[in-house]
């Protein structure tokens, strides 16, 4: 009995070893290089952009139906019945605009800068991919909304729908992925 | 991981907790009041893409020229040709010679060179690149002022 808790002790305790390597190796005692420009968050603005449209997705996705006749009322219901739901409505309907134009910005500075340049030109083609696969979001978002019809329109709208919630944003994620593992394993662009 | 330390002296280096992390968090919130800003100042419905009016600033171009070409396939086709080139720019304009050249030195902590290789140079150090992407950034604002 008491060997099987000095066992379970000592997996705690290498547990939290780990744990605290972990933080000290990545966050507390990481050392970058001094004077990374403010312009080098855009990346990561964007990535938050993505995070709060994903959160607002989530909660409008409750609430929508994809169905005819539903798609307009299943709205309205989200805006005037719902708590916050209004709020919630709005950002999502704007955050695209903001999102895209973080990723603009990121991208211009890094065409300008030649960041894209040997050996980083897979994060290039990751970004391009994710700026790609944002239009397309935006897109398909905005063919679901206030859109009515026959069973030939709901059909079409169902698939739409599943690329918007599911597909795209799983091919995002895949990217977004490869684009974070590559930044860091080559690094960050770093001003000499 | 990617370790920044290697042939830099201390002075060359900050850290990570909290001087980055400081810098994105008050960028983030930055970004949260703009949104917040713009969802007072913009309230902005669901739209569908599909009218002159309910077209986004960043779908205007693909809109105009949508216009412009009438034949669906060859309107496809442009846009997924220029997918391909704006996705593998980066092979496109690949020349390793601006990786060799030149060195740059400064002064190690303990008296070493530390050394860099300069492999950036900025666009508009190679002339044919920068026209190339000037031309295509005017041909893209001027299709957003185009009437078909």
Not at chain 1, 8 to 34: G, H, M, Q, S
Not at chain 1, 41 to 46: A, D, K, P
Not at chain 1, 177 to 192: A, W
Request: glycine residues 6%.
């Amino acid at each position: 009995m008491n060997s099987k808790k000095s066992e379970v002790t000592i997996d705690e305790t290498e547990n939290k070893d780990f744990l605290r390597e972990l933080i000290e190796t990545n966050i507390t005692r990481r050392l970058i290089p001094r004077g990374l420009s403010w312009f080098g968050c855009m990346g990561g603005l964007s990535f938050l952009a993505f995070t709060i449209q994903l959160g607002t997705g989530i909660f409008l996705m409750f609430y929508f139906i994809p169905a005819a006749g539903e798609t307009t009322a299943s709205i309205q219901r989200v805006s005037h019945s719902v708590p916050y739901g209004w709020l919630i409505q709005r950002i999502h309907a704007v955050g695209p605009h903001i999102m895209i134009g973080m990723i603009f910005s990121h991208m211009l500075r890094i065409l300008f800068k030649g960041i894209y340049r040997h050996p980083r030109e897979l994060h290039w083609v990751s970004g391009a991919c994710l700026l790609i696969l944002t239009l397309l979001m935006y897109y398909t978002g905005s063919s679901l909304s206030a859109r009515n019809g026959n069973g030939h329109a709901v059909m079409h709208m169902t698939c739409v729908y599943a690329l918007h919630i599911a597909g795209i944003p799983l091919a995002m994620s895949l990217f977004m992925g490869m684009h974070f593992f590559m930044v860091r394993k080559t690094g960050i662009y770093e001003p000499l | 991981m990617k370790d920044y330390t290697k042939g830099k002296s201390p002075e060359m280096l900050e850290p990570f907790f909290p001087n980055e992390l400081y810098r994105h968090i008050v960028v983030s919130c930055f970004l949260v009041i703009i949104e917040l800003v713009a969802v007072i100042l913009f309230p902005l419905p669901f739209k569908v893409v599909n009218k002159p009016d309910h077209i986004p600033w960043f779908l205007l171009p693909v809109y105009k020229l949508d216009k412009l070409i009438k034949n669906e396939v060859m309107f496809i086709s442009i846009l997924v040709l220029c997918a391909l080139l704006f996705i593998s720019w980066p092979f496109l304009v690949s020349n390793r010679k601006y990786n060799l050249t030149p060195l740059n030195n400064a002064e190690g902590a303990n008296g070493r060179c530390a050394r860099h290789i300069k492999e950036c140079p900025n666009l508009w150090q190679r002339p044919v690149p920068f026209m190339i992407v000037i031309i295509t950034i005017i041909s893209v604002i001027t299709l957003c002022f185009i009437n078909p």
